[in-house]
C-alpha cells in the first residue's frame, strides 16, 4: 500500500493531509487467466435401463464455475434431457446406443468452452428372446424362451407361457419361476403341451421382481401368426 501527503497551509496551523492509496486489484481478465484450463472430466455414462428413471451428473473441472452445459451433436433418447447444469436426467423409452456430443462453457471473461463426445447405452433390464421359436409337432405345440438379466441385481422371474384358441381358453404350455441371476445371459425355458384340435396364440409373459428396490421388469413375447393344430386321426 503506498500512501500520498498533502500539505495545507491557512492562516491558522498547518493541515497534513494523508490519503492512502490501495495497490491495485487483479481485473476479472487477470483472474481468468490464472485458473486452471476448462476440462470435461466426464468420458464415460453409467448405462440406463429401457423405462426405468435414469439421472448421470457430468463432471467438469478448471475454467470459472458456474458452467453452462447443452447437447450440441446428435441427439438423447427418447424421455431423456440434459439439464444447463450438466445432470442427464429422464425415463429413456427405448434400449439402443445413443451417440451425442455435449458443450460447457464457463464464466471466465472471455469465455471458455470444451466438447466432449459420448455414448449412452441404454438396455432391457429383463430381456426374452425365442430360443426355438413356437411350432407344431403333431398334436403338439413345442418351443423355447431364453431369459437375460442385464442389471447387477438377482431377480425374482416367473415366466408363464399360454396358448389360447380361437375361444379365448387358454391353455398352460410352461410354467417356471426361480432365480436369475444378476448378469445371466440367455437362460433357455422349454415349453410343449399337447392339445386339441384349432387355432392357437401363443403369448410369453415373463415378471422379474426385485424385492431390495421395490421394482418390478415385465417382458412379452408373441409370435406373429397363429399356430393350427390339424384334427388327429
Same mark, same amino acid.
Given at each position: 500500500?503506498?500512501?500520498?501527503?498533502?500539505?495545507?497551509?491557512?492562516?491558522?496551523?498547518?493541515?497534513?493531509?494523508?490519503?492512502?492509496?490501495?495497490?491495485?486489484?487483479?481485473?476479472?481478465?487477470?483472474?481468468?487467466?490464472?485458473?486452471?484450463?476448462?476440462?470435461?472430466?466426464?468420458?464415460?455414462?453409467?448405462?440406463? #435401463?429401457?423405462?426405468?428413471?435414469?439421472?448421470?451428473?457430468?463432471?467438469?473441472?478448471?475454467?470459472?464455475?458456474?458452467?453452462?452445459?447443452?447437447?450440441? &451433436?446428435? =441427439?438423447?433418447?427418447?424421455?431423456?434431457?440434459?439439464?444447463?447444469?450438466?445432470?442427464?436426467?429422464?425415463?429413456?423409452? &427405448?434400449?439402443?446406443?445413443?451417440?451425442?456430443?455435449?458443450?460447457?462453457?464457463?464464466?471466465?471473461?472471455?469465455? #471458455? &468452452?470444451?466438447?466432449?463426445?459420448?455414448?449412452?447405452?441404454?438396455?432391457?433390464?429383463?430381456?426374452?428372446?425365442?430360443?426355438? #421359436?413356437?411350432?407344431?409337432?403333431?398334436?403338439?405345440?413345442?418351443?423355447?424362451?431364453?431369459?437375460?438379466?442385464?442389471? &447387477?441385481?438377482?431377480?425374482?422371474?416367473?415366466?408363464?407361457?399360454?396358448?389360447?384358441?380361437?375361444?379365448?381358453?387358454?391353455?398352460?404350455?410352461?410354467?417356471?419361476?426361480?432365480?436369475?441371476?444378476?448378469?445371466?445371459?440367455?437362460?433357455?425355458?422349454?415349453?410343449?403341451?399337447?392339445?386339441?384340435?384349432?387355432?392357437? =396364440?401363443?403369448?410369453?409373459?415373463?415378471?422379474?421382481?426385485?424385492?431390495?428396490?421395490?421394482?418390478?421388469?415385465?417382458?412379452?413375447?408373441?409370435?406373429?401368426?397363429?399356430?393350427?393344430?390339424?384334427?388327429?386321426?
Amino acid at each position: 500500500m503506498g500512501m500520498t501527503i498533502f500539505h495545507r497551509r491557512a492562516s491558522g496551523p498547518t493541515f497534513i493531509l494523508a490519503l492512502a492509496i490501495a495497490a491495485p486489484c487483479l481485473t476479472f481478465a487477470q483472474q481468468d487467466a490464472a485458473a486452471a484450463p476448462l476440462e470435461v472430466t466426464t468420458t464415460t455414462l453409467p448405462r440406463a #435401463y429401457a423405462r426405468q428413471p435414469y439421472e448421470a451428473q457430468l463432471g467438469v473441472r478448471g475454467g470459472s464455475a458456474p458452467y453452462m452445459w447443452r447437447v450440441s &451433436e446428435g =441427439e438423447l433418447p427418447a424421455g431423456v434431457r440434459l439439464g444447463h447444469d450438466g445432470i442427464l436426467t429422464g425415463t429413456p423409452a &427405448e434400449a439402443g446406443q445413443f451417440r451425442f456430443t455435449v458443450t460447457v462453457t464457463d464464466s471466465g471473461r472471455p469465455a #471458455y &468452452e470444451r466438447t466432449q463426445d459420448l455414448i449412452l447405452v441404454v438396455v432391457a433390464p429383463l430381456l426374452a428372446e425365442w430360443g426355438k #421359436y413356437p411350432a407344431v409337432n403333431g398334436q403338439r405345440i413345442e418351443g423355447s424362451v431364453r431369459v437375460s438379466n442385464q442389471t &447387477e441385481r438377482d431377480f425374482d422371474l416367473t415366466v408363464i407361457i399360454v396358448a389360447v384358441n380361437e375361444y379365448g381358453r387358454a391353455t398352460a404350455l410352461g410354467y417356471q419361476r426361480f432365480t436369475l441371476k444378476k448378469g445371466a445371459t440367455e437362460v433357455e425355458i422349454p415349453f410343449g403341451e399337447n392339445l386339441p384340435a384349432g387355432a392357437y =396364440e401363443i403369448n410369453v409373459d415373463a415378471v422379474a421382481e426385485v424385492a431390495a428396490t421395490n421394482s418390478i421388469y415385465r417382458a412379452r413375447l408373441a409370435p406373429k401368426e397363429k399356430l393350427r393344430i390339424q384334427q388327429g386321426p
